[in-house]
């Protein structure tokens, strides 16, 4: 009423309500306080270095198994400089990029030393520390997934296929008394099949 004195108890019970929430927020952000980056800490982007030029991306459309053979290349390359945590293939993306992963900020300062302006096959690549806002995975349509799924599959089935004859091969000989070297080389194979088809799930889940 007009003129009466303000009464706090008559304050709505949401204002109330609002008002401690924010009062508590307040508290805890108070009490979880923490320091700001240390000096001279390292950003987090500044492990990542974005490789161009790798590949031109049609290469890939006959054999996707290739996609594995040129993660393979680059993390043994990029493991002389330090921890590599993870390699990535846009195999899509018509500039040729891979982006790798270091556990340190000056592992991947290393590998950009190494590998900028370094030819790689018949290609001259670039090397340079990601900027932390760049994205290179390129959105498929349907069409385009379910395409390349099927290429996977079909690799996936073929590679299957290639282990079961190392391993008929090995039984064959094993029965005429040489089958110890061939069952080594059939073991062999199909750990390195199952490594390269599980560093694929790697490569479709980043970004």
């Known amino acids: 009423m007009k003129g009466s004195s303000y009464d706090p108890t008559l304050k709505p019970r949401k204002k ?44 890939f459309d006959n054999d996707v198994g290739l996609i594995l053979e040129y993660q393979q290349d680059i993390r043994d390359e990029c493991i002389k400089c330090g921890d590599v945590r993870k390699v990535t293939i846009y195999d899509r993306h018509p500039e040729g990029v891979a982006q790798v992963i270091f556990k340190e900020a000056e592992a991947a300062d290393a590998c950009v030393q190494l590998l900028n302006n370094r030819w790689f096959g018949q290609r001259r690549i670039s090397a ?33 296929k290639s282990q079961e004859d190392a391993e008929e091969m090995g039984s064959d000989q094993n029965d005429r008394g040489g089958g110890e070297g061939g069952e080594a080389t059939a073991g062999s194979d199909s750990d390195e099949t199952r490594s390269s088809a599980g560093s694929h799930d790697e490569t479709d889940d980043e970004d």
């Open 16 to 59: 109330r309500r609002k008002d401690k929430e924010k009062i508590k927020k307040m508290q805890e952000k108070l009490f979880d306080w923490r320091p700001d980056k240390l000096r001279g800490e390292r950003a987090k982007h500044e492990r990542i270095v974005i490789i161009k030029n790798l590949f031109d991306p049609s290469i």
């Open 128 to 160: 340079e520390t990601w900027d932390g806002k760049t994205k290179y995975k390129i959105i498929e349509t349907e069409e385009e997934k379910e395409a390349r799924l099927k290429k996977w599959e079909k690799f996936l089935k073929d590679s299957e």
